[in-house]
Structures are given as structure tokens and as C-alpha cells.
């Protein structure tokens, strides 16, 4: 039995989100499987949540919605997550939040053949 490969990516650090926002795109052709964990390290008071979703791209600049969708954590350090398959060469996710909410994140990326 092999061991599959695995790599985690820091791919948003203490990153601010307002309005639309994208995360930094990230090439992960060689994996099999991946799950996006964001973690709030700080609201806006009274902030009201968010949602992102993930989008694929063959060469890092065109994007495509995937189809996943799942909600900002609403509190601070707690954590969200989706898990994503069938995926081009590239991953990053997109969004939106309600005009003067914003949340600062913690984006990680956790690929595995």
C-alpha cells in the first residue's frame, strides 16, 4: 500500500474581504481531492455572513464556477470548510459580502492524490 501524497497551502493570510472578493488562485493539477478551510480572524461588528464558492480554471485566468457553495464562518476563529473533486488545474474561491460588512481571513488549502 502506497502512501498518498498529501500538501496543505496557506493560500489567504490575514487577508481583509469586502464586497467581491477572490481568493489567490492556486494550481493543484496533480491532486485528486482538495478542501478549503476558512477561518475568520476578524469581523466586522454586527457582521452578517457571506458566502463563497469555488471556481476551476485550466490556466489560472479564465474562471468557471464549480458548483460548490458554502457559508463565511460568523464568528471569530471559527472555521469553515467545502471539499472539492473533479477539478482543472486550477482552485480558488470567489464571493461575495453584504456592503459594509468584511471579514479578515485565514484561507488553507489541503490537497491529496
Known amino acids: 500500500m502506497a502512501v498518498r501524497r498529501s500538501y496543505t497551502a496557506i493560500v489567504e493570510r490575514n487577508v481583509l474581504w469586502q464586497g467581491d472578493f477572490a481568493s489567490e488562485p492556486y494550481e493543484a493539477a496533480w491532486a485528486s481531492e482538495a478542501i478549503f478551510f476558512v477561518r475568520a480572524l476578524d469581523l466586522s ?9 469555488v471556481q476551476i480554471s485550466a ?7 464549480e458548483g460548490t457553495t458554502f457559508e463565511l464562518p460568523r464568528k471569530t476563529d471559527a472555521v469553515t ?3 472539492v473533486t473533479h477539478f482543472g488545474g486550477f482552485l480558488r474561491l470567489q464571493g ?5 460588512d468584511s471579514i479578515k481571513v485565514l484561507v488553507s488549502l489541503a490537497l491529496k492524490e
Do not use: M
Open 96 to 100: 461575495h459580502i453584504a456592503p459594509g
Open 59 to 65: 490556466d489560472g485566468i479564465y474562471w468557471a464556477d
Open 81 to 83: 470548510f467545502c471539499k
Open 45 to 53: 461588528p454586527d457582521f452578517e455572513g457571506g458566502l463563497a464558492s
